[in-house]
């Protein structure tokens, strides 16, 4: 079992920028794929990207590319998920995942370990 944190949220105006950080509580980090996913009110929880276990490899949902970017520190146990240009549609609550598979998951049903979520809102 892997324990994560998030943090980072916050309300932010259309175009702002903000950087969401997962911490792990496992050593071995660096063996987990990890992905960020989102869910707004009353929709389903969502991809938003992945990055595997060295951080060589990373993908996108299209609605976010461009824009936003993963990247880990093996060192700090932790995952960030830098989010530029935000539109009022990135509104939701993001999880940050773990992944025992080499590159994770674009589903929800690839990752068995879930933070409790971070609350990103953004005003247009």
């Known amino acids: 079992q892997v324990q994560l944190v998030e943090s980072g949220g916050g309300v932010v105006q259309a175009g702002g920028s903000l950087r969401l950080s997962c911490a792990a509580s496992?050593?071995?980090?660096?063996?987990?794929?990890m992905g960020w996913f989102r869910q707004a009110p009353g929709k389903e929880r969502e991809f938003v990207t992945r990055?595997?276990?060295?951080?060589?490899?990373?993908h996108y949902a299209d609605s976010v590319e461009g824009r936003f970017t993963i990247s880990r520190d093996n060192a700090k146990s932790t995952v960030y998920l830098q989010m530029n240009s935000l539109k009022p549609e990135d509104t939701a609550v993001y999880y940050c995942?773990?992944?025992?598979?080499?590159?994770?998951?674009?589903?929800?049903?690839?990752?068995?370990?879930w933070g409790q979520g971070t609350q990103v809102t953004v005003s247009s």
């Open positions: 496992r050593r071995t980090f660096s063996r987990y794929a």
């Open positions: 990055i595997n276990g060295d951080g060589g490899s990373t």
């Open positions: 995942a773990a992944s025992a598979s080499t590159y994770g998951s674009r589903s929800r049903y690839g990752y068995n370990n």
